[in-house]
């Protein structure tokens, strides 16, 4: 079936970039996502990139998307405390739902 | 509008004890999703539905798990009997399904069962 990976804990100093990486089975995917979620709630949407870009730049978030060997990452520019949060990559899939990988933990270091 | 709505927010039961979580989605979505989230597993996706009709439960752990939804507006999960290793963060979140596919999560029922 479906299936979502990426690694468990990234731990960055302040002031550095933070890049979380995911890969993904599923090659029909149409919409690919970030989500955040903070301690104590629910997952929010952050990014997302539709299957047919390699780049998308918001603000301080950069999401690139490699079709070919089904890698989607998330680069943080000056990554700041207030970044400290677990991070989801998903896929839409041709099942008509989502499938999460299992968060990174990205923790900020002084 | 509130977002999506859980209750309780905790609950702590006793093994053998039924449990029932609620979820009130987003008016107008038609999708709905239930997902359990542990330390070991991360967030596993329990089952869907569509226009109130189940879709795919194949992430239901085993059959003291059931999920109904009467109405667009009323989710329902069971577990019955609980056990401690249900012990979770279940999230319900819905979407309008075409719609690019952002899941609106609730705020999470944290249950601990002793």
């Known amino acids: 079936g479906e299936d979502v990976e990426q690694s468990l804990f990234l731990s960055v100093r302040e002031g550095d970039s933070s890049v979380i990486n995911c890969t993904y089975t599923d090659s029909s995917s149409t919409y690919l996502y970030w989500y955040k979620q903070e301690p104590g709630a629910g997952l929010q949407l952050l990014t997302y990139i539709f299957s047919n870009m390699d780049m998308k730049q918001d603000q301080r978030l950069t999401v690139l998307l490699n079709k070919k060997d089904k890698h989607l990452s998330l680069r943080i520019a000056d990554t700041q405390t207030g970044d400290s949060a677990i991070y989801f990559c998903?896929?839409?899939?041709?099942?008509?739902?989502?499938?999460f990988g299992s968060g990174t933990r990205l923790s900020i270091r002084p | 509008d509130a977002g999506v709505i859980q209750s309780p927010r905790h609950e702590v039961t006793e093994m053998g004890q039924e449990v029932t979580l609620r979820c009130k989605p987003i008016s107008g979505h038609n999708s709905l999703f239930w997902y359990r989230q542990t330390m070991m597993r991360g967030l596993e996706l329990l089952i869907y539905f569509n226009n109130n009709v189940p879709i795919d439960d194949s992430g239901m752990p085993e059959d003291r798990f059931s999920a109904k939804m009467p109405n667009a507006s009323f989710s329902t999960l069971k577990i019955q009997p609980s056990e401690p290793r249900d012990s979770a963060v279940y999230f319900c979140?819905?979407?309008?399904?075409?719609?690019?596919?952002?899941?609106?999560f609730g705020e999470g029922s944290r249950l601990t069962v002793l």
């Open positions: 979140a819905s979407t309008l399904e075409g719609s690019g596919g952002e899941l609106f």
């Open positions: 998903a896929v839409y899939s041709s099942a008509s739902k989502i499938i």
